[in-house]
């Protein structure tokens, strides 16, 4: 499992309309067939602060992931959105099964 954890600062006055097109994008990522997770977490101590954490089921997927519709229809929407430019780190995850 590849996970992705992508960090976004956010302009104040654009929390909502960020947050609204964050879970629209993470509503339709989560039905591709390489996308495990995609958790949208929001800091409490300053709501401009955004982590997305994306689980992918095969080294391929983040690259399909950015190739999809609603992918672009995502970072054209937030781009102007953002505070700074968004970081993304990866890292390889184990699956602890329940």
Request: aromatic share 6%; glycine share 2%.
């Given at each position: 499992?590849?996970?992705?954890?992508?960090?976004?600062?956010?302009?104040?006055?654009?929390?909502?309309?960020?947050r609204?097109?964050?879970?629209?994008?993470?509503?339709?990522?989560?039905?591709?067939?390489?996308?495990?997770?995609?958790?949208?977490?929001q800091?409490?101590?300053?709501?401009?602060?955004?982590?997305?954490i994306?689980?992918?089921?095969?080294?391929?997927?983040?690259?399909?992931?950015?190739?999809?519709?609603?992918y672009?229809?995502?970072?054209?929407?937030?781009?102007?959105?953002?505070?700074?430019?968004?970081?993304?780190?990866?890292?390889?995850?184990?699956?602890?099964?329940?």
């Open positions: 499992m590849r996970v992705v954890m992508v960090t976004v600062s956010v302009l104040p006055e654009s929390v909502d309309d960020f609204a097109a964050t879970l629209a994008n993470a509503r339709a990522s989560v039905r591709e067939e390489g996308i495990a997770r995609f958790d949208v977490i800091a409490e101590d300053d709501p401009t602060r955004f982590l997305l994306e689980a992918y089921r095969t080294p391929d997927a983040p690259a399909a992931h950015k190739e999809t519709a609603h672009a229809t995502w970072r054209d929407t937030v781009a102007p959105m953002m505070a700074a430019p968004r970081r993304a780190e990866a890292f390889v995850g184990q699956h602890v099964p329940d």
